[in-house]
């Protein structure tokens, strides 16, 4: 019996934070639909008549975010007035992600529209929230419309596979994914890169990895549970935009990518990898590999970093 609680309490401590999260997602939802059926409400998901709403909920999700992570929010500077494309790294699970929408609406009353994995969508009850914060399957048409409309979005090139199969190394999991540019060029937009440091600290998958990537491979879902929770240390850099050049082809652009992502790191020789050069801006603002108790211990490190 001692063995057995013991477990269970082990268990329990892995998992409770993660499932906090999933509990505060669908919470999230429930009041968006109450808030709809009070006020009858029939109006475009994306449309202002929503913001008392968002603010709501992004008021709910920046508490919690100052309370367990101490987040920051620094370069919002750097965000366009105008359409642009957010390139970020995906964590585990992108809680980070989730605290950036809630702060920038919160600061600048605007809405960056989100790419998300089409498993998404697949999850009952949150039809509504994910209409409302603007997260789409991401389509080539869907993207360009979006910029057109003036609106930041946002995608990560590695997505689940990164999330599920990347860990403290902060490796990159982008694969050829190139589409980003490519739509970049389409729309005449620059491109922003984003990272948040000790994002892997917070929530962490599993090391044995070889079935649950055949797993994933073949069914295209995430089953890996992610754990963790602890309240690490969270920082969101958004570094300087790559304008649009109507002269240069997308491969090109994936190479200034990574030259400004190389000179975001500290000098980091010059690279045409775009995953070497985001590395490089992980590593300016990381330690790698990353450490659960440095990251911690940066909750009381009042220095910007």
């Not at 101490?70 to 370069?75: A, I, K, R, T, V």
């Not at 970020?88 to 989730?98: E, K, T, V």
């Not at 240069?248 to 975001?264: D, G, H, I, P, R």
């Amino acid at each position: 019996m001692a063995i057995a609680s013991l477990t269970i309490t082990a268990i329990l401590v892995v998992f409770i934070v993660p499932l906090t999260i999933l509990f505060f997602i669908y919470l999230s939802s429930v009041l968006l639909l109450i808030y709809q059926r009070n006020s009858e409400m029939k109006a475009d998901p994306l449309s202002e008549v929503w913001d008392s709403a968002r603010k709501t909920i992004a008021s709910f999700w920046d508490i919690y975010a100052r309370i367990w992570h101490g987040y920051e929010l620094h370069g919002v500077e750097n965000l366009p007035e105008g359409p642009g494309i957010l390139v970020y790294y995906h964590g585990a699970i992108p809680i980070d992600y989730l605290y950036f929408l809630s702060r920038l609406f919160l600061w600048k009353k605007r809405l960056c529209l989100s790419v998300a994995d089409h498993f998404v969508f697949r999850l009952p009850g949150l039809k509504l929230l994910l209409e409302v914060t603007g997260v789409m399957p991401g389509s080539r048409e869907e993207c360009l419309i979006a910029l057109k409309n003036g609106h930041l979005v946002s995608v990560s090139p590695g997505g689940v596979r990164e999330a599920l199969f990347s860990d403290e190394s902060y490796q990159l999991m982008w694969g050829n994914r190139k589409g980003f540019a490519q739509v970049a060029l389409d729309a005449k937009v620059p491109i922003i890169p984003m990272y948040t440091q000790n994002v892997r600290e917070g929530y962490r998958m599993f090391k044995e990895r070889r079935f649950f990537r055949q797993l994933y491979e073949s069914t295209r879902l995430p089953i890996t549970p992610p754990y963790g929770g602890l309240p690490v240390k969270f920082r969101t850099y958004i570094g300087e935009p790559i304008p649009y050049d109507p002269n240069m082809t997308t491969e090109e652009l994936v190479e200034k990518v990574s030259l400004l992502l190389a000179l975001l790191s500290c000098n980091f020789p010059f690279s045409f990898q775009t995953k070497t050069a985001v590395q490089a801006l992980i590593s300016k603002h990381q330690t790698i590999p990353g450490s659960i108790w440095k990251a911690l211990l940066e909750r009381f490190d009042k220095r910007r970093k």
